[in-house]
């Protein structure tokens, strides 16, 4: 029996417009240049990304799903507080999801992975400490080395779903303090890995993002007004 050929899923234009829109806004929320409290008025952004207010409207709705946006009957939308407390439970899950992964990944490495490890670790030592997107790259290609080799798709598909809100506070992680605790956090990591001891291996890498994850909380308390925060 002659196998039918794949279908193709056709992506509309709106679909498209809405993804734009939605990931953009996302971006200038995380990276402050839209900060908590300011207005979002759907007028004046379907004018600067040249849409269909119903596509804006769309995409902040969204944005409202995921606790970046406040949208308030008779107000509009605006830009919501900072909750730390989301904060410290997105990387609560993050940890636990990625600890898990580590601890399946330990017996499942192989000698090439744990040489990517290593080139990527010395590649880390010596890498400008201003050059932050090297260094992010760095840092994801280090962890997905060994997330890709847990053996359970299901959890890689969860890392990658949620791993996402880390990488717009990379900025934050991304100082010459954090790199360097970070740097000796996956030494650490790397040689629990060549040992195959997948307890350990789980414990450091749920230490490590959550230490990451309460380093963002500090700075972000000590540097935006109460105002902007949320508990």
């Not at 606790?67 to 308030?72: A, K, P, Q, T, Y």
């Not at 992964?101 to 017996?107: D, E, P």
């Not at 299901?154 to 605790?181: A, C, D, Q």
Request: hydrophobic fraction near 40%; charged fraction near 25%.
């Amino acid at each position: 029996m002659k196998n039918s050929p794949p279908k193709v899923v056709k992506t509309t234009a709106s679909q498209t417009e809405f993804d734009r829109i939605t990931r953009k806004l996302r971006n200038e929320i995380y990276s402050g240049a839209l900060i908590p409290r300011e207005r979002l008025l759907e007028k004046a952004i379907a004018e600067t990304f040249q849409v269909n207010r119903m596509v804006v409207r769309q995409a902040l709705s969204q944005l409202s799903s995921e606790g970046l946006v406040m949208i308030e009957p008779y107000k509009g939308a605006s830009v919501a507080e900072i909750s730390l407390n989301r904060i410290y439970a997105n990387y609560q899950i993050i940890s636990t999801l990625e600890g898990l992964a580590a601890s399946l990944a330990a017996g499942r490495v192989s000698s090439k992975d744990i040489a990517t490890m290593d080139d990527i670790l010395k590649k880390q030592i010596n890498i400008d400490g201003r050059n932050v997107n090297d260094w992010h790259d760095l840092n994801r290609r280090f962890h997905r080395t060994f997330i890709y080799q847990c053996g359970n798709e299901r959890l890689i598909e969860l890392i990658k779903g949620n791993v996402r809100f880390t990488n717009y506070w990379f900025f934050i992680l991304s100082m010459p303090g954090r790199i360097h605790e970070s740097i000796e956090e996956h030494k650490e990591i790397l040689s629990a890995f060549k040992k195959k001891e997948s307890k350990t291996v789980r414990n450091l890498v749920e230490r490590h993002i959550m230490g990451a994850g309460e380093y963002l909380m500090e700075t972000i308390r000590g540097n935006l007004p109460t105002g902007m925060l949320i508990d």
